[in-house]
C-alpha cells in the first residue's frame, strides 16, 4: 500500500506564492512517476503537472505552465508543487497521485494511489 499526504495548502492573495509537498510511504517512492491534480467546487478533477521518477522530465497544464514547478526529492519521499503568481482561478484542493499504470499522465486512470487533497484558496 502507498499512502501520499499533501500539505502546505491555505489562504493566499492574488500574486503570491505557496509550496504544496506530498510525503509519500510505503511503495518504493522513486520508481513512479507523480502527478498533480486539481478540483475546484462545481469542476472535474484536472491534470496540473507531471513528473518523471528520475525527476529529468516535466510536464504542465497550459493554464499554469510558467507560474507552478513541480519537483522531487526521492530521499525524502516528497514531491513539491511550487505556485507563483497565483489567480483565484487557482482556487481548488489539490491531489498528489502516484502513477502506476501505462496511460496519458494527463488523465486520472493511470495513477493508483491518491493523497486527501489539500485546499488552496486564492483570494483577489
Known amino acids: 500500500q502507498v499512502q501520499l499526504v499533501e500539505s502546505g495548502g491555505g489562504l493566499v492573495q492574488a500574486g503570491g506564492s505557496q509550496r504544496l509537498s506530498c510525503a509519500a510511504s510505503?511503495?518504493?517512492?522513486?520508481?513512479?512517476?507523480m502527478g498533480w491534480f486539481r478540483q475546484a467546487p462545481g469542476k472535474e478533477r484536472e491534470f496540473v503537472a507531471f513528473?518523471?521518477?528520475?525527476?529529468?522530465?516535466?510536464d504542465y497544464a497550459n493554464s499554469v505552465k510558467g507560474r507552478f514547478t513541480v519537483s522531487r526529492d526521492n530521499a525524502k519521499n516528497t514531491v513539491y508543487l511550487q505556485m507563483n503568481s497565483l489567480k483565484p482561478e487557482d482556487t481548488a484542493v489539490y491531489y498528489c497521485?502516484?502513477?502506476?499504470?501505462?496511460?496519458?499522465?494527463?488523465?486520472?486512470?493511470?495513477?493508483?494511489?491518491w493523497g486527501q487533497g489539500t485546499q488552496v484558496t486564492v483570494s483577489s
Open positions: 497521485a502516484q502513477r502506476v499504470r501505462s496511460g496519458s499522465y494527463y488523465y486520472q486512470a493511470p495513477y493508483d494511489y
Open positions: 510505503g511503495r518504493t517512492f522513486s520508481r513512479y512517476g
Open positions: 513528473i518523471s521518477w528520475t525527476g529529468e522530465s516535466t
